[in-house]
């Protein structure tokens, strides 16, 4: 699971993980990459997951492609025939020409890499293309100016045209005129998008609200249409709608669109976003929205008399769409040595890791945050992607024990795995033995939580279900007798560390706590691998908050505490292979303690490659994966453009 930009990050964009390559070529390079990857990977046990000499001078260096982002806008410019010449309709506005440097201004600082314009009239036309050759368009004048008026642009760079196309949709006083549309392509994803930009009829000069209407309906047919073609290509639409509740009740409840700006409609039931504007993005599945905004900067009034509207989509990889999971379980827990795992693993004393091993892909050479070998700061970055130093945008959770909120100690909100899966509709769980996790239950409270931005509104409280059991054990059985089976599930486990700093790291009442926790791992897989919700569509992945030295399970120095495990099993992850293998981008570092900036893999990643697996994007303001491209699964033996697995329904 990868994730795919355009440019070096910047806030709430990703970083370009993969070459610009031509689509074919791309799939090529990656498939052979992978062959490579299964013909050295199974290497023998102990560090059987440290890339040997032969990888490292044969390796694979491209990552595999993953999560499309881009940043796309519905720009209203304020048309030259409103603002140019001796006696302008609009007094008070700069010329179009100096108004158009000034879009080209906006649409950098937004990081913008599509745009569907409206009002480009016939000045407008001719200089954008000139003045921006790095910028590509439809149609511009090639059927005449009055059409042109609704173009769309995109980066060269980002993306290249496959096919360009308009329809007929009623303007003023029912006068047909032709709107385009076009389908792209992601260049370096090969994710293919259809984009349809129009611009309908205000009431100027009488009420235009039937034109508007049938405006309305010939997008939602054609939406339809393209979508019926091909499941896979997801389709965008962007334009000035001169409506708000009359455009956004139809085309949510009679399309699989929905507006970057949230909101929600089914059958008779309509919430329209809050607030509403007339200028709207709107987009299909596989597709999520980050990141929306309806720009209104000092620059922006200067320029035009619309909001610009802006958002991040993001489209989760082939190989995601193609997989079955619709599930996460997590497992973590406290003081598990990766050495004496790997061991007892090996002896046959650990069946469950040995089979986890054997059966997923692994390493026993993970790191924990680097300032921190503590459960509860670990813990909340694998949940939120981000690093425990709020110098260095994390958490600032630094101990065991938080009075307050994870959001009082990080200075700002810190959104976790539970709200982006909660505020997609799904249901989210808690089982654990051990009271450190309280924290956690009140940051995400009804009363601590984030308003839920996306679709139906979910309500603030994250996490569903919560259950703290007496127990490891009672916290596997409370997890296997859930009546409501959750689309992602921690479970804290808590024994090995209390049995290493009673009787000791290297004592035979930790190993016996060891086997224990195996055992209570086979509860945890039998449920997965045999409960119709979780059979077959589950990613189980299994960590810890750190290991253990002498009678310390927190010493963030000491390498017994810092290496620790990583295990991922489930449909599509292939068997025996090694997870720095898998990931040119993460450096093994063989027994350091290094750095974020080293990359080695630390269990930090967990977080956004859950939520990738679940086809949803990273979490804001995360940086460890936060370009979800760790990769965990087998590449798609199909190029993007084919129908894959259908993404799961939304459901709780």
């Not at 070459?19 to 560090?47: E, K, M, Q």
């Not at 499309?68 to 010449?85: E, K, M, P, Q, Y």
């Not at 937004?110 to 407008?124: L, Y």
């Not at 450190?436 to 996306?454: C, E, F, H, M, Q």
Request: aromatic letters at 8%; charged letters at 20%.
């Amino acid at each position: 699971m990868g994730h795919t930009g355009s440019r070096p990050a910047v806030p709430g964009r990703p970083h370009p993980m993969v070459r610009h390559l031509s689509r074919p070529r791309t799939w090529l390079l990656l498939a052979v990459a992978l062959l490579l990857v299964g013909t050295v990977a199974l290497v023998p046990r102990g560090n059987a997951d440290q890339p040997t000499a032969e990888l490292s001078s044969g390796a694979p260096t491209v990552q595999p492609p993953g999560t499309t982002s881009f940043r796309i806008s519905s720009f209203n410019l304020l048309g030259a025939g409103h603002t140019d010449g001796k006696k302008p309709k609009r007094k008070g506005w700069a010329n179009s020409a100096q108004r158009l440097k000034w879009t080209r201004q906006i649409l950098d600082q937004q990081n913008v890499d599509v745009v569907g314009f409206q009002e480009m009239h016939a000045s407008q036309v001719q200089q954008w293309p000139v003045n921006n050759p790095d910028f590509a368009s439809w149609p511009l004048h090639k059927f005449s100016h009055a059409v042109g008026h609704n173009t769309i642009s995109w980066r060269t760079s980002v993306f290249r045209m496959v096919k360009a196309k308009t329809i007929m949709v009623p303007y003023f006083n029912g006068v047909e005129q032709r709107m385009p549309y076009v389908l792209l392509e992601h260049i370096a994803s090969g994710q293919r998008m259809w984009l349809y930009n129009v611009h309908t009829p205000a009431n100027i000069g009488g009420n235009h609200q039937k034109w508007r209407d049938i405006g309305f309906q010939r997008a939602i047919e054609l939406a339809n249409k393209l979508r019926a073609e091909d499941p896979s290509i997801p389709v965008f639409m962007t334009g000035d709608m001169n409506d708000r509740e009359k455009f956004f009740c139809p085309t949510a409840a009679q399309t699989d669109l929905v507006a970057a700006n949230g909101g929600y409609a089914s059958g008779s039931i309509c919430t329209p976003p809050k607030p509403t504007q007339i200028d709207w993005i709107m987009g299909s599945a596989p597709v999520t929205f980050t990141d929306y905004a309806a720009v209104r900067t000092p620059l922006v009034r200067k320029t035009t008399d619309h909001p610009v509207i802006v958002a991040t989509a993001n489209a989760p990889s082939m190989a995601v769409q193609q997989s079955s999971i619709q599930r996460v379980v997590v497992v973590t827990a406290e003081g598990l040595r990766a050495s004496t795992g790997s061991q007892l693993a090996t002896k046959g004393e650990m069946p469950q890791l040995a089979a986890m091993r054997d059966s997923g892909s692994h390493t026993f050479n993970a790191r924990t945050a680097v300032e921190s070998a503590a459960p509860l700061p670990n813990l909340v970055s694998m949940l939120s992607g981000r690093p425990v130093a709020k110098s260095s945008a994390g958490h600032g959770v630094t101990r065991n024990k938080l009075s307050g909120t994870v959001h009082r100690a990080a200075g700002t909100y810190v959104p976790t795995v539970f709200d982006r899966v909660h505020d997609s509709g799904r249901r989210t769980a808690v089982f654990a033995s051990s009271s450190v996790v309280a924290p956690i239950r009140t940051s995400y409270d009804a009363k601590n939580g984030a308003l839920d931005p996306y679709g139906k509104n979910n309500g603030r409280r994250k996490i569903d279900g919560w259950t703290i059991a007496g127990s490891d054990h009672k916290a596997a059985k409370a997890f296997r007798d859930a009546s409501k089976p959750a689309a992602y599930t921690h479970i804290h486990l808590s024994g090995p560390r209390a049995a290493g700093e009673k009787y000791g790291f290297g004592s035979a009442r930790y190993r016996r706590a060891l086997k224990q926790l195996d055992r209570n791992l086979a509860l945890v897989r039998r449920t997965v691998n045999t409960h119709p919700a979780y059979r077959g569509r589950t990613m189980l992945v299994v960590t810890a908050t750190g290991g253990g030295d002498k009678r310390s399970g927190t010493d963030r120095l000491a390498p017994h505490t810092y290496k620790v495990p990583l295990f991922v099993t489930g449909p599509g992850i292939p068997a025996g292979q090694s997870l720095y293998t898998m990931n040119p981008e993460w450096l093994w570092p063989a027994g350091d303690r290094v750095g974020y900036t080293r990359r080695p893999i630390t269990t930090g990643v967990v977080a956004n490659l859950s939520l990738a697996a679940l086809r949803l994007p990273a979490l804001s303001g995360s940086t460890l994966n936060r370009a979800q491209n760790f990769n965990v699964l087998q590449l798609p033996t199909t190029a993007p453009g084919t129908t894959p697995t259908p993404a799961p329904a939304k459901g709780r």
